[in-house]
């Protein structure tokens, strides 16, 4: 998911649980290295992903995986990204993005199962992009609240719940694991505008993450 802006500092929640002080740059960050961010209409974006097997739960593979997808995620000035935006058919994503009081959320989700919606809670139109559509944004009804169950790395049960941006977040990078990308749930028209000024930004956006590639590895090497 793209990045709207990026908040002043707080303190976080990680893998949904409070901590009183963390980094600018999540670590796994600094070990990790930038990938290619794979574009709608790439057949790994377009359908259900595998399942990370339990087999690779606490292996070298999963944890170079997942340092690389946070070190992607922050040269494309993103708030989330998931597996197969990196070409990867496994379903996970990482996330490093605020919620609407300021609070910032980090962590990983893997084999994510995003619970059903409230019929109580109330649906919200807002503006949303992906790393994935490079370029241009579109308004999108999400629910307002959101809980996403899973695991984390070495297996252990993770529950992360949130509230606007954030949980827009959440259902954002779980859509993508099922094959959804976002333009997916836009009408026809929409759809079609969207595709078409992705086409006209696309360059410019990608000029601008190598840059940003290049500047974050002075930041994280200092």
């Not at 379903?91 to 962590?107: I, M, T, W």
């Not at 959440?170 to 078409?196: F, P």
Request: glycine share 10%; aromatic share 4%.
């Amino acid at each position: 998911m793209s990045e709207q802006s990026r908040p002043a500092e707080v303190a976080a929640v990680v893998q949904g649980r409070e901590v009183a002080d963390f980094p600018e740059w999540a670590p796994e960050a600094a070990r990790g290295r930038v990938r290619r961010i794979t574009v709608t209409g790439e057949e790994v974006l377009h359908r259900r992903n595998a399942d990370v097997d339990p087999r690779m739960l606490g292996g070298a593979e999963l944890a170079r995986l997942i340092d690389d997808m946070f070190v992607t995620m922050y040269a494309a000035e993103g708030v989330g990204l998931a597996g197969n935006q990196v070409g990867v058919d496994l379903r996970l994503f990482v996330y490093d993005c605020p919620d609407d009081e300021g609070v910032r959320h980090v962590g990983h989700v893997i084999n994510p199962v995003l619970d059903e919606r409230d019929l109580d809670d109330p649906v919200v139109v807002e503006s949303e992009g992906c790393l994935s559509v490079p370029g241009p944004h579109a308004d999108l009804g999400r629910a307002e609240h959101a809980t996403v169950r899973g695991v984390d790395r070495e297996g252990n049960p993770v529950v992360v719940s949130g509230s606007g941006y954030f949980a827009r977040c959440l259902q954002h990078e779980t859509d993508h694991t099922l094959g959804r990308v976002y333009v997916d749930r836009l009408s026809a028209r929409e759809r079609k505008r969207v595709l078409k000024k992705m086409n006209e930004m696309a360059g410019n956006v990608f000029a601008r993450r190598e840059e940003r590639a290049a500047e974050l590895a002075e930041e994280l090497a200092g």
